[in-house]
């Protein structure tokens, strides 16, 4: 946590581990069940990519008690707006945890409008869209990830039908869902990965390695 946000917001401790740069840790401490739909167009481009994360109920009660300014065990419009405004600034040092490479080369992306949230039965929602900087092509290996590169929190994607194509050209890929073994990557990783590496959050190549990801392969 960084110390502006310690300092503007002393009782928003969780949200605020969520959100700013932390010490990556052995395991997340705040999960989220996930969605990803990237959108297509006729002319076969990406248009968006549609994000739905909603929060497990300890963390969502957390905010709850942190941002309820009168009390009544709900988040209203304000409140809610109050919250929007943290996250969308800054998830934006993070690229909104949104990670898309075409051929090995990592894709500029941005938010059109602020994270819109939500609180239904229990639990925290968050729900945006980015888009490509510059056009976006269904062509040659895509490959799309969703992830907090500081493993504080684990954004779950439970089936690999969370993570879909859509649109006019949704056919156009061949799409899979990768799943990478935790074991496997640390083995295959143990000479780089020392302990400096995980005392550091510059260096976000491990939760990157873990990831689950959409690949497409575009002809």
């Given at each position: 946590?960084?110390?502006?946000l310690?300092?503007?917001?002393p009782?928003?401790?969780?949200?605020?581990?969520?959100?700013?740069?932390?010490?990556?840790?052995a395991?997340?401490?705040?999960?989220?069940?996930?969605?990803?739909e990237?959108?297509?167009?006729?002319?076969?481009?990406?248009?968006?990519?549609?994000?739905?994360w909603?929060?497990?109920?300890?963390f969502?009660?957390?905010?709850i008690?942190?941002?309820?300014?009168?009390?009544?065990?709900?988040?209203?419009?304000g409140?809610?707006?109050?919250?929007?405004?943290?996250?969308?600034?800054?998830?934006a040092?993070?690229?909104?945890?949104?990670?898309?490479?075409?051929?090995?080369a990592?894709?500029?992306?941005?938010?059109?409008?602020?994270?819109?949230?939500?609180y239904?039965d229990g639990?925290?929602?968050?729900?945006?869209?980015?888009?490509?900087?510059t056009?976006l092509?269904?062509?040659?290996?895509?490959?799309?990830?969703?992830?907090?590169?500081?493993m504080?929190?684990?954004?779950?994607?439970l089936?690999?039908?969370?993570?879909?194509?859509?649109g006019?050209?949704?056919s156009?890929?061949t799409?899979?869902?990768?799943?990478?073994?935790?074991?496997?990557?640390?083995?295959?990783?143990q000479d780089?990965?020392?302990?400096?590496?995980?005392d550091?959050?510059?260096?976000?190549?491990?939760?990157?390695?873990l990831?689950?990801?959409?690949?497409?392969?575009?002809?």
């Amino acid at each position: 946590m960084t110390m502006l946000l310690m300092q503007k917001l002393p009782a928003t401790a969780v949200l605020a581990a969520l959100l700013a740069p932390a010490p990556a840790l052995a395991h997340p401490h705040v999960f989220a069940e996930a969605r990803l739909e990237i959108e297509t167009s006729a002319d076969g481009r990406v248009t968006e990519l549609r994000n739905v994360w909603r929060f497990d109920e300890v963390f969502s009660s957390s905010v709850i008690l942190d941002f309820d300014e009168d009390s009544n065990l709900e988040l209203d419009a304000g409140e809610l707006a109050k919250i929007s405004d943290m996250v969308t600034q800054s998830l934006a040092e993070f690229d909104y945890y949104t990670t898309v490479t075409v051929n090995g080369a990592d894709v500029e992306i941005a938010l059109p409008e602020a994270i819109k949230v939500d609180y239904q039965d229990g639990q925290l929602l968050m729900f945006f869209a980015v888009i490509p900087k510059t056009e976006l092509q269904l062509s040659g290996n895509i490959h799309v990830a969703v992830f907090d590169p500081t493993m504080y929190a684990a954004l779950d994607f439970l089936n690999d039908e969370d993570m879909m194509v859509t649109g006019a050209s949704a056919s156009h890929c061949t799409r899979s869902v990768v799943r990478p073994d935790p074991d496997e990557i640390i083995a295959q990783n143990q000479d780089s990965l020392t302990e400096a590496f995980f005392d550091t959050t510059t260096n976000n190549d491990l939760s990157k390695l873990l990831a689950t990801r959409l690949e497409l392969d575009c002809k």
